[in-house]
């Protein structure tokens, strides 16, 4: 479990790095998307985990790369997309 949890922490990094590079004017803060890699990694490993038990290792570290993209995936911003008030506001 250890190993697992070490592992999906790199993962979750690493796909933290690879978004800044990747999209970085449509991204927030720094520190926000390199701590929500590893965090989201790090859920979907504990998730995938206690949903799969022992002895599927690549099941739980797939499930940690999952929920990382899908994290990092809502904190992009769209260009050209502005937030709407309602009229009460």
């Not at 790095?17 to 504990?46: D, E, I, K």
């Not at 206690?50 to 739980?60: E, I, N, R, Y």
């Amino acid at each position: 479990m250890i190993l697992e949890a070490l592992g999906s922490v790199l993962i979750g990094l690493a796909v933290a790095v690879a978004a800044l590079r990747w999209l970085p004017r449509q991204l927030p803060a720094t520190p926000l998307v390199l701590s929500t890699g590893p965090g989201a990694a790090l859920f979907g490993a504990l998730l995938g985990h206690s949903v799969l038990g022992d002895g599927h290792p690549t099941a739980t570290l797939t499930t940690s790369l999952i929920m990382a993209v899908a994290l990092l995936s809502l904190l992009v911003r769209r260009p050209g997309r502005r937030l709407h008030r309602s009229a009460a506001a």
